[in-house]
């Protein structure tokens, strides 16, 4: 092959290089302005048959990737990929539903009208995460749970210290009934799982700012597991009732941590 074809065929091997790198470029930039944001987890409610964030945004499923149901729950934690904004619609958004987990909503207790201690109980918890969204105090909690069928429901309540109103402080206290299901000296029949759970403080807090002093009764945690020891926890922390945060990036059902 003489120069001037081996030149001419560089140029031309050049050119399809350069159309390919040209058309993967704008492939990759369609996708990148299709799909708002991957991986977006975030807590709210079932309005409708529709999950509206606790953000006020309204997402609407067009692709499912698990098999739950929204008409089976009222309030659920959701990973999901944004595609697109919903047209012709304000906050309102088209999502790739990837995981949803309910969540347990219930009413605050007062402390001074609260059921008795023996049906709040105080068996200990793990609280992996707080955070405050839409006025609601919303928990992830890790509780040992029997293996198999038999074992009783737990019950988990926060209690509002109605009887010990500080200057704009709030006090509550994590209760939990797990009718004997405790992490203790043999937990070979037992099993970590976690529970996601929301009590509308809004109900109690009618200020727009306040501090909130929490009480709880919690596992020791050790790296990889929980120890059958436990301890008292408190914590402080403020209040804002137009609040909202972020809610764990790293979500899934179950636990595989050991028990000591």
Request: some cysteine; overall charge negative; hydrophobic content about 35%.
């Amino acid at each position: 092959m003489s120069e001037s074809n081996q030149n001419i065929m560089k140029r031309t091997i050049l050119r399809a290089f350069i159309g390919i790198a040209a058309a993967v470029l704008a492939l990759a930039s369609c996708q990148k302005e299709e799909e708002l944001r991957r991986f977006n987890v975030t807590m709210g409610n079932i309005v409708d048959g529709r999950f509206v964030s606790d953000q006020g945004n309204t997402f609407n499923i067009v692709e499912q990737l698990c098999p739950a149901r929204l008409d089976t729950m009222t309030r659920a934690l959701v990973n999901c990929d944004v595609i697109r904004q919903t047209a012709g619609k304000e906050k309102e958004y088209d999502i790739r539903l990837t995981q949803i987990f309910s969540v347990l909503t219930k009413d605050v207790l007062y402390k001074s009208s609260e059921p008795s201690e023996s049906t709040l109980g105080n068996d200990a918890i793990h609280l992996e995460d707080l955070w405050i969204s839409g006025g609601y105090m919303n928990m992830s909690i890790i509780i040992p749970v029997k293996n198999g069928v038999g074992g009783r429901k737990h019950l988990i309540n926060l209690v509002h210290d109605d009887t010990d109103m500080k200057d704009n402080t709030f006090i509550f206290h994590i209760r939990h009934n797990a009718y004997g299901e405790i992490l203790g000296a043999n937990n070979s029949d037992k099993t970590l799982v976690r529970q996601y759970v929301s009590f509308p403080v809004s109900s109690v807090i009618n200020q727009d700012s306040a501090m909130i002093e929490l009480h709880w009764k919690g596992y020791k945690a050790f790296p990889g597991g929980l120890s059958s020891e436990t301890e008292d926890y408190r914590v402080q922390r403020g209040y804002l009732k137009s609040e909202f945060e972020q809610v764990p990036t790293t979500i899934t059902g179950m636990m595989t941590t050991s028990i000591d």
